[in-house]
């Protein structure tokens, strides 16, 4: 893009080229450096494009080949400028255009966020106008490594992201981590506790003490690796003991109570065919401009996309907002005991596939599903395994021992 707008704003001819040593003239203008490109031959004629300057480079390589290079056409903003140099407001409105898309060029006019699932792109960019980044804003005022490190320190769940401004466009792209955070907080010695009543299926203990063991039934707020750790002399006498940060993984056997209903009377939409459409010209969030024919639609749903001006990453700040209404009415229907059950059975399948995302195993599926009257009802417990505890701190005096420090104290002053 920035090579065809320098060639446009410098200015450039179209050549054919006549004559039968062709391909030497051509590799005497390589040799000279000068720059031939979209090189094609029609009927045996070649033909050429190539930059003001360098056409007149060309009479050493014309001499030698007697090759001429004849001019097809002129293209270019200086050529423009010299066919209306008699329209002098012709040639003012194209420099004063000029200067203000070169004055437009300095700021960010679109932010683009990709690769966000749990977050919203609108989320992400209202966050990010709070902090003072917004479409407006001066590209030497966006720090790219300032806003990365803002993303990852406010969203957890954000794993990588990288921000980057190309043209006028801001470009952020991120990577969500549904990983559980297991990392420690960084002040103080720690116990795994359990996050909810379980039974243990299996405990790896890397750091700490092994407070449970599989099978043990455990509540909420239970220990299940001590932070606490004993040190055992050679007599196997208890010495004291020392505060760390549990480290480790238990998985525990649990339970998610699950339970949805739905109505069988319901109201659904039914579509017309009937539609118009609107339009509106924006700059930021302002609306500049719109239009939208008069209609006698009661109930209706809107539906907008947007096209912005500009080519490829160098946007404007104007768009054009497109809006297109669907009329509809709505009527009363009654869902049959299959349907209720698929829609009962789709909404089952996502909270599933919620539970999966979030790293629980499901063992067992014993939601059923019952229609009774008017009501669909899905209800019923999910078997699953998972990792859940948490960190809490050890409080000092879970290890700190006083009586054992004095009656060391003693034996020492006894044996001197």
């Known amino acids: 893009m920035a090579e065809r707008l320098y060639q446009y704003l410098t200015g450039y001819l179209v050549i054919k080229l006549l004559g039968t040593e062709t391909e030497r003239f051509l590799n005497l203008c ?55 140099r008699k329209r002098g407001m012709f040639a003012a409105g194209v420099l004063l255009c000029f200067f203000l898309i070169l004055r437009l060029s300095f700021y960010i006019w679109d932010i683009s966020v990709t690769g966000s699932y749990t977050h919203t792109p609108e989320q992400i960019t209202g966050f990010l106008r709070e902090n003072g980044i917004y479409a407006g804003a001066a590209k030497k005022e966006v720090d790219c490594a300032g806003i990365e490190a803002l993303l990852r320190s406010t969203y957890e769940d954000i794993g990588w992201v990288s921000a980057e401004i190309k043209g006028t466009k801001l470009i952020i792209r991120i990577s969500e981590t549904s990983l559980t955070d297991t990392d420690p907080p960084s002040a103080g010695a720690q116990h795994i506790v359990a996050e909810k009543d379980g039974i243990v299926r299996q405990i790896v203990v890397r750091s700490g003490t092994p407070a449970v063991q599989r099978g043990d039934v455990v509540k ?64 930021g969030e302002k609306e500049l401009i719109s239009w939208l024919p008069s209609h006698s639609f009661e109930q209706y749903d809107a539906v907008s996309w947007d ?49 999966i995302a979030q790293d629980v195993c499901i063992t067992e599926n014993r939601v059923a599903i019952d229609i009774a009257g008017d009501t669909a009802t899905a209800q019923g417990e999910i078997l699953t395994q998972e990792q859940a505890w948490e960190y809490r701190a050890v409080e000092d005096e879970e290890w700190k021992q006083p009586e054992i420090e004095q009656e060391t104290e003693i034996e020492t002053e006894e044996t001197s």
């Open 307 to 355: 096209y912005t001006a500009g080519l490829a990453d160098f946007v404007l700040p104007l768009r054009i907002r497109v809006v297109r209404l669907y009329e509809y009415y709505e009527q009363t229907a009654v869902y049959t005991q299959e349907e209720a059950a698929a829609l009962l059975n789709e909404r089952l399948k996502r909270y599933l596939e919620n539970l």
């Open 30 to 84: 390589a040799k000279r450096g000068i720059d031939l490109w979209k090189l094609k031959c029609i009927n045996g004629t070649y033909y050429a494009q190539v930059r003001l300057k360098d056409y007149k480079n060309m009479h050493p390589a014309v001499r030698k080949t007697g090759v001429r290079p004849v001019i097809v056409s002129r293209r270019g903003l200086p050529f423009v400028l010299y066919r209306n």
């Open 220 to 283: 909420q707020g239970d220990i299940l690796i001590s932070g606490v750790v004993e040190i055992i002399g050679d007599g196997e006498e208890l010495m004291g003991r020392e505060a760390v940060t549990a480290d480790g993984e238990v998985w525990l056997a649990t339970y998610y109570r699950y339970e949805d209903s739905l109505k069988l009377d319901h109201t659904e939409k039914l579509y017309t065919g009937e539609q118009i459409t609107g339009a509106g010209l924006y700059s």
